[in-house]
């Protein structure tokens, strides 16, 4: 960086009136050495100036350091303002050594061994000239000086650019030798009117004269203020029998030089008289000090008093408001304590209904299921007597000798096992056979227990799947049940015995007029309805003819010897063939039925079970 007021171009300075003066070079009044690899020295503080004031005042030398920095400063002054001529004495001459001797070490760091050593960080600080011809690293200690960086910022600037790693606190003390050597320089150039004051700087010097006046002003004060205490010391330190304050001596200093100090009493023309005032005026003294005491203590005792009115006072305001404050806190405790109680009562009231509600809903529910099962009940006991009385001829049907007739009417072959029902009674017409062959009484029995047993037969066949169903596909089956709006199933045989179930819920009326529908007879007892129902359904879903149905049957020459109904037609089968089928591949008749036997009252009415199913029902 150039010197304040030129810029640097190539071995030229470029200045702002446009001269162009090449460098002063050569001579040791531009070259100050400074020893950056310490702690530099820090610029004239006020408490330096300070303590060499107070040395200076009280006679005592300079100490060593001041000594020492002034004889710096002195010597960087002649340095610069003072040229040394190439035939000084033989002390100049040690000096100029000494400068040379430094100027070849900071040339050879520069371009020898020196120059490459590095640290981490930068490199190593060495002793270096300050001059006027700043190389980088000082145009940047400049630059960043002037732009406000602390010394810091500055520091680490040179450390990260890989330049010289000065201590931070040697910036401040190479900034302002630089300063030094560039006012130096400049003041050769003003000399020899190479350069000149620029527009603007005389409005900047003036400014600058008037806050230098303050700072002179405010030191001279602080100066004069420490004036007459040291007066004091040394008025106590002549005569150490006297002590006066630095107020006393400057009071009396100034009163000596115009003239109107009192003289001495020792030197008074009437010391009798002097005495007397003196006297008086110590009573006076006196009374003033006993006064001022009096009232000092009033004051306080007033102070006292207003002290305490006040404690008390805050003391009273404190209290209203904790008062204040409890009386709320009592009205917001009752409030909540009404709230809560209120609520519990509600909830208790909500409670008790609820579970009042709770009970009479248990109740009317309780009531309407009770009611249901009854009508069910009722139901199903109808359709019970109307199955049991509804055509007596069925019972004929049932005896043994009928059950021969129909077996040799459909022949060896004809109809056995082509829809026969999971819960055929064959079992069941075994047991009734064996029960009639008990003696003499039990002709009676049979006689009297024959229209009970042929209603649990009834029973059992009419609650059977029917058999043409049997025959019918799962798609079909399925259609049947979205018909009666009845659930559906992936399983047969529940789709069959759903189907069954819901025809036989169904009154004889609701039969018949289901077969008028169908374009079916609707005569003969319930059975039969059903009968022809299954058929009905058999032969709309497959568009044939039902195994077993009034035209299959009536083919048969023998068939037509004998009135049968339909569903006796279906029902009687081999006994052979249908045992398997009802009871499974593990049946015994003889073990089984001897079971059974045992289950039967010899009066013809079946024993019930703890389960309340009839052993007799096979539905």
């Given at each position: 960086?150039?010197?304040?007021?030129?810029?640097?171009?190539?071995?030229?300075?470029?200045?702002?009136?446009?001269?162009?003066?090449?460098?002063?070079?050569?001579?040791?009044?531009?070259?100050?050495?400074?020893?950056?690899?310490?702690?530099?020295?820090?610029?004239?503080?006020?408490?330096?100036?300070?303590?060499?004031?107070?040395?200076?005042?009280?006679?005592?030398?300079?100490?060593?350091?001041?000594?020492?920095?002034?004889a710096?400063?002195?010597?960087?002054l002649?340095?610069?303002?003072?040229?040394?001529?190439?035939?000084?004495?033989?002390?100049?001459?040690?000096?100029?050594?000494?400068d040379?001797?430094?100027?070849?070490?900071?040339?050879?760091?520069?371009?020898?061994?020196?120059?490459?050593?590095?640290?981490?960080?930068?490199?190593?600080?060495?002793?270096?000239?300050?001059?006027?011809?700043?190389?980088s690293?000082?145009e940047?200690?400049?630059?960043?000086?002037?732009?406000?960086?602390?010394?810091?910022?500055?520091?680490?600037?040179?450390?990260?650019?890989?330049?010289?790693?000065?201590?931070?606190?040697?910036?401040?003390?190479?900034?302002?030798?630089?300063?030094?050597?560039?006012?130096?320089?400049?003041?050769?150039?003003?000399?020899?009117?190479?350069?000149?004051?620029?527009?603007?700087?005389?409005?900047?010097?003036?400014?600058?004269?008037?806050?230098?006046?303050?700072?002179?002003?405010?030191?001279?004060?602080?100066?004069?203020?420490?004036?007459?205490?040291?007066?004091?010391?040394?008025?106590?330190?002549?005569?150490?029998?006297?002590?006066?304050?630095?107020?006393?001596?400057?009071?009396?200093?100034?009163?000596?030089?115009?003239?109107?100090?009192?003289?001495?009493?020792?030197?008074?023309?009437?010391?009798?008289?002097?005495?007397?005032?003196?006297?008086?005026?110590?009573?006076?003294?006196?009374?003033?000090?006993?006064?001022?005491?009096?009232?000092?203590?009033?004051?306080?005792?007033?102070?006292?008093?207003?002290?305490?009115?006040?404690?008390?006072?805050?003391?009273?305001?404190?209290?209203?408001?904790?008062?204040?404050?409890?009386?709320?806190?009592?009205?917001?405790?009752?409030?909540?304590?009404?709230?809560?109680?209120?609520?519990?009562?509600?909830?208790?009231?909500?409670?008790?209904?609820?579970?009042?509600?709770?009970?009479?809903?248990?109740?009317?529910?309780?009531?309407?299921?009770?009611?249901?099962?009854?009508?069910?009940?009722?139901?199903?006991?109808?359709?019970?007597?109307?199955?049991?009385?509804?055509?007596?001829?069925?019972?004929?049907?049932?005896?043994?000798?009928?059950?021969?007739?129909?077996?040799?009417?459909?022949?060896?072959?004809?109809?056995?096992?082509?829809?026969?029902?999971?819960?055929?009674?064959?079992?069941?017409?075994?047991?009734v056979?064996?029960?009639?062959?008990?003696?003499?009484?039990?002709?009676?029995?049979?006689?009297?227990?024959?229209?009970?047993n042929?209603?649990?037969?009834?029973?059992?066949e009419?609650?059977?799947?029917?058999?043409?169903?049997?025959?019918?596909s799962?798609?079909?089956?399925?259609?049947?049940?979205?018909?009666r709006?009845?659930?559906?199933?992936?399983?047969?045989n529940?789709?069959?015995?759903?189907?069954?179930?819901?025809?036989?819920?169904?009154?004889?009326?609701?039969?018949?007029?289901?077969?008028?529908?169908?374009?079916?007879?609707?005569?003969?007892?319930?059975?039969?309805?059903?009968?022809?129902?299954?058929?009905?359904?058999?032969?709309?879903?497959?568009?044939?003819?039902?195994?077993?149905?009034?035209?299959?049957?009536?083919?048969?020459?023998s068939a037509?010897?004998?009135?049968?109904?339909?569903l006796?037609?279906a029902?009687?089968?081999?006994?052979?063939?249908?045992?398997?089928?009802?009871?499974?591949?593990?049946?015994?008749?003889?073990?089984?039925?001897?079971d059974?036997?045992?289950?039967?009252?010899?009066?013809?009415?079946?024993?019930?079970?703890?389960?309340?199913?009839?052993?007799?029902?096979?539905?």
């Open positions: 960086m150039a010197p304040m007021g030129a810029t640097k171009r190539g071995g030229l300075l470029d200045f702002n009136d446009g001269e162009d003066v090449p460098f002063i070079r050569g001579g040791d009044e531009d070259e100050l050495t400074d020893d950056d690899h310490g702690a530099g020295d820090d610029a004239d503080t006020e408490s330096n100036d300070e303590a060499d004031d107070d040395d200076f005042l009280e006679g005592t030398p300079v100490s060593g350091h001041s000594l020492h920095k002034n710096k400063a002195g010597g960087v002649d340095e610069v303002n003072h040229p040394a001529s190439p035939h000084s004495n033989s002390g100049d001459d040690s000096k100029s050594d000494r040379a001797n430094v100027a070849g070490e900071s040339s050879a760091d520069e371009d020898g061994i020196l120059g490459r050593k590095r640290i981490t960080g930068g490199r190593i600080a060495l002793p270096k000239k300050i001059t006027a011809d700043l190389d690293e000082d940047i200690i400049l630059r960043m000086k002037q732009d406000g960086y602390s010394d810091f910022n500055i520091a680490e600037k040179l450390a990260q650019e890989g330049r010289i790693r000065y201590d931070h606190k040697t910036i401040s003390t190479r900034y302002n030798r630089i300063k030094i050597a560039i006012g130096a320089r400049k003041d050769e150039q003003l000399d020899a009117e190479l350069t000149d004051w620029h527009e603007g700087e005389d409005e900047i010097l003036i400014e600058a004269m008037a806050k230098a006046e303050e700072v002179m002003k405010s030191r001279i004060q602080k100066i004069t203020d420490r004036r007459f205490r040291y007066v004091a010391d040394a008025l106590h330190n002549i005569k150490p029998s006297v002590i006066y304050s630095p107020k006393a001596c400057e009071k009396r200093y100034y009163e000596v030089m115009n003239g109107t100090a009192k003289i001495p009493p020792e030197l008074d023309d009437d010391p009798a008289k002097r005495a007397e005032e003196k006297s008086i005026r110590y009573i006076a003294y006196l009374e003033r000090q006993q006064r001022e005491k009096t009232e000092l203590l009033a004051a306080k005792e007033r102070a006292k008093l207003e002290d305490e009115r006040y404690r008390l006072e805050l003391a009273n305001r404190r209290q209203a408001i904790a008062e204040k404050k409890s009386k709320q806190v009592s009205t917001q405790y009752q409030k909540a304590k009404a709230m809560v109680e209120r609520k519990e009562k509600e909830v208790a009231k909500y409670r008790a209904l609820r579970i009042s509600t709770s009970a009479a809903l248990e109740k009317a529910e309780s009531a309407k299921t009770s009611r249901e099962m009854a009508k069910q009940r009722a139901a199903e006991e109808k359709r019970r007597l109307q199955e049991d009385y509804g055509d007596m001829d069925y019972d004929d049907e049932e005896t043994p000798t009928g059950r021969g007739r129909r077996r040799e009417s459909l022949g060896s072959s004809e109809g056995s096992g082509l829809f026969v029902s999971t819960y055929a009674s064959s079992p069941v017409r075994r047991i056979d064996k029960l009639g062959d008990m003696g003499p009484a039990s002709k009676t029995r049979s006689r009297t227990s024959s229209a009970p042929s209603h649990k037969r009834r029973h059992s009419a609650n059977s799947p029917p058999g043409p169903r049997t025959l019918l799962v798609s079909d089956l399925s259609r049947l049940l979205e018909k709006k009845l659930p559906k199933t992936p399983k047969k529940l789709m069959l015995q759903r189907l069954h179930d819901y025809d036989a819920s169904l009154s004889t009326a609701e039969l018949r007029q289901k077969l008028s529908d169908l374009g079916r007879s609707r005569n003969g007892p319930k059975a039969d309805l059903l009968a022809r129902i299954q058929e009905a359904e058999y032969e709309n879903a497959t568009g044939k003819l039902a195994p077993g149905s009034s035209s299959s049957v009536t083919e048969n020459p037509s010897k004998t009135k049968r109904s339909r006796s037609e029902v009687v089968a081999d006994e052979n063939e249908i045992e398997p089928t009802i009871f499974g591949e593990d049946y015994n008749p003889d073990e089984d039925e001897d059974l036997l045992d289950n039967i009252n010899v009066g013809g009415k079946p024993k019930r079970r703890s389960s309340g199913v009839d052993p007799l029902v096979f539905g």
